[in-house]
């Protein structure tokens, strides 16, 4: 039985922990929501809402969520709960990244496939930014985030209250090309517009951190624990 009032966030060994369960205790205070970091499966089963977290290579990722037995209750979240996917959990997400392709050393990796799309590497060698910069890959800092819509419809619940081109805090080389593009709930600028934010169902997931973007980060993990899809 699923205990509604519980967030797990996901310890499988790859991901940025103690910030993203700080942030999320620091917006659940208050609440009666209760925030477990956990390595059981059990415990993300019967857990209301799952955060996936994910840092570093996504084979490495995939690899470790598997190893450590949580794919099986990550898998059941996805289908059944909302679950917030932060990162390199982001991109775990689709279908296949590029990251391990040759040049990169191997054939790509094959993502959960929840959200049919792809992972991709910026290209951008050689070009100049606006300010006369080259860019740099990983892109590093912050960047402006637009909330997306479709048919007229309203902006994701999740975005409640965060102005819409509201800055975020990145790092990453890569980014997620879903194939839908009505599964891309916000985007930002870097060489070219990339999904910033994915949305299906149950399923939110930003690239960029919310647990170190301030405010606006906050926002978005507090909207996420009283979102009912």
Request: with cysteine; net charge negative; hydrophobic share 40%.
């Amino acid at each position: 039985m699923a205990t509604l009032k519980t967030v797990a966030v996901v310890d499988y060994g790859m991901g940025n922990l103690r910030s993203v369960s700080q942030a999320v205790q620091h917006v659940a205070q208050g609440s009666g929501v209760e925030v477990i970091v956990t390595s059981r499966a059990d415990e993300v089963m019967k857990a209301g809402r799952v955060v996936l977290p994910g840092q570093g290579a996504i084979a490495d990722c995939m690899r470790e969520l598997a190893d450590s037995g949580m794919l099986p209750a990550v898998q059941h979240a996805a289908a059944n709960k909302p679950l917030f996917g932060v990162c390199v959990g982001m991109q775990m997400l689709l279908t296949h990244s590029q990251e391990g392709q040759p040049g990169d050393g191997g054939a790509g990796t094959a993502g959960l496939n929840l959200i049919p799309g792809e992972v991709v590497k910026f290209d951008l060698a050689g070009r100049t930014q606006p300010d006369g910069s080259r860019y740099k890959v990983p892109q590093m800092g912050w960047n402006q985030v637009y909330q997306t819509v479709a048919d007229g419809a309203a902006p994701h619940p999740v975005w409640d209250g965060v102005p819409d081109g509201a800055y975020f805090y990145f790092v990453h080389s890569f980014y997620a090309k879903p194939s839908d593009a009505r599964h891309t709930a916000g985007f930002a600028d870097y060489g070219a517009r990339f999904t910033a934010a994915l949305a299906r169902d149950n399923i939110f997931a930003t690239q960029f951190h919310p647990e170190k973007s301030a405010d606006h980060g906050l926002a978005l993990y507090r909207n996420f624990l009283h979102w009912n899809p």
